[in-house]
Nanobody, 118 residues
Framework: QVQLVESGGGLVQPGGSLRLSCRTS????????MKWARQAPGKGLEWVST????????LYADSVRGRFTISRDNARSRLYLQMDNLKPEDTAMYYC???????????RGQGTQVTVAL
């Protein structure tokens, strides 16, 4: 079955960096567009970034453009999110999301918590 397992979250100070990873299985990863989304406490799911299947197209939310970089390794069926210059408002549970459907209806993992605080 489809599995997505995020890792790499943690507690970091403002201005710091983290690299999230998503290990996938159960589907043809190299054929799928993939996304990262996040959910802050008390808020809904928010789209963060999208990458197409061959890494030639990437899209970012205005709030993270220039600070976050999405990438993928099709040989290893893994998705990544490099997050630099983190801000307290980046604090959220981060999810790896499969495909181009709505965030709510798409396969996603259990999430990895990112907390940005002093």
């Amino acid at each position: 079955q489809v599995q997505l397992v995020e890792s790499g979250g943690g507690l970091v100070q403002p201005g710091g960096s983290l690299r999230l990873s998503c290990r996938t299985s159960g589907f043809s990863f190299d054929k799928e567009w993939m996304k990262w989304a996040r959910q802050a406490p008390g808020k809904g799911l928010e789209w963060v970034s999208t990458i197409n299947n061959n890494s030639k197209m990437t899209l970012y939310a205005d709030s993270v453009r220039g600070r976050f970089t999405i990438s993928r390794d099709n040989a290893r069926s893994r998705l990544y999110l490099q997050m630099d210059n983190l801000k307290p408002e980046d604090t959220a549970m981060y999810y790896c999301v499969r495909g181009l459907g709505t965030l709510q209806d798409s396969d996603r993992g259990q999430g990895t918590q990112v907390t940005v605080a002093l």
